[in-house]
């Protein structure tokens, strides 16, 4: 059996198929990034889905794309997290911009974007990608991320910068307080995850004239920093997968439109787009070898 991965830093989309290339399950777990989880972590947080496990030795193939997974040193974390489970697997291990412009690819050279937990991009030519400046992570980058956006509404909130209703709401969602949030950010794990699930509320006042400015001029940052580097990014169409660009499209579209770049794909989770192009192209020369 085939099992297909794509992985940010919140959650980790699994697809299951068999030796046909025919679908059998889907599952998910939290998102596994080496640069956050070690290789004992990486077993257990897989191991925590029984349904998954069910499957663990009948395994014969992974192709994991993930958040994190981008020099040697980090793919090898993962690579030994996955094979402590999936024991008698043939493991592959790739960063999810590639996976991004996999399950984003339709023919023809493109740039193809993360909008998630975190955002980065690249230019793919139907083979190989290319990075032109490097994600920062979420403290120095970032840039239209959950995380990005959470840090503004924090910061908008005891700035005293939100207008009445947003307080107001915000309030009652979450009581914060000033000594929580340090805390939480600079002394518990995982911060950027934290950050970014303050999307939820965002998402929630997603019409409302403030969030429609913040996250429209996110973008157009995000496409300033990470998309205008590439020297052909106005003949190529350009793509975006994850949660960000899908749920506030409108922004996007905005955004996109204000910078003068082709719009591609907007899509919520590259597994299906994934799923395909193994179907189409992987599962066929492992039959064949």
Not at 116 to 138: I, M, Q, R
């Amino acid at each position: 059996m085939i099992l297909v991965a794509d992985s940010g830093s919140t959650k980790c989309d699994w697809a299951l198929l068999d030796e046909n290339g025919k679908y059998v399950g889907g599952f998910e777990t939290i998102g596994l990034n080496p640069y956050f989880h070690n290789e004992i972590q990486v077993e257990a947080a897989i191991c925590d889905n029984a349904e998954l496990m069910k499957y663990a030795t009948a395994v014969s193939h992974v192709f994991f794309y993930g958040a994190g997974s981008s020099t040697g040193q980090m793919c090898l974390i993962m690579h030994r997290g996955l094979s402590r489970v999936f024991t008698r697997a043939e493991i592959v291990v790739e960063h999810d911009l590639l996976g991004s412009a996999l399950a984003t690819y339709d023919g023809e050279p493109c740039i193809s974007c993360i909008l998630g937990t975190g955002s980065n991009s690249c230019y793919f030519d139907g083979e190989k990608v290319y990075e032109e400046v490097p994600s920062l992570a979420y403290i120095l980058g970032d840039e239209a991320s959950g995380s990005y956006f959470g840090k503004k509404l924090l910061q908008a909130y005891f700035y005293k910068q939100l207008p009445d209703d947003l307080r107001n709401d915000f309030e009652k969602e979450y009581a914060p307080t000033k000594d929580d949030i340090i805390y939480r950010i600079y002394r518990q794990p995982h911060a950027n995850t934290y950050l970014a699930g303050f999307m939820k509320f965002l998402g929630q006042h997603r019409s409302h004239p403030l969030i429609v400015q913040w996250v429209t001029e996110g973008m157009r940052h995000f496409i300033s920093i990470h998309v205008k580097c590439f020297a052909n990014w106005d003949k190529v169409p350009v793509h975006f997968v994850g949660s960000i660009g899908y749920f506030f499209e409108n922004c996007l579209r905005d955004a996109a439109r204000a910078e003068g770049i082709r719009l591609g794909r907007i899509i919520r989770k590259p597994i299906e787009g994934l799923v395909d192009y193994h179907v189409k192209y992987k599962i066929p020369q492992l039959i064949n070898r």
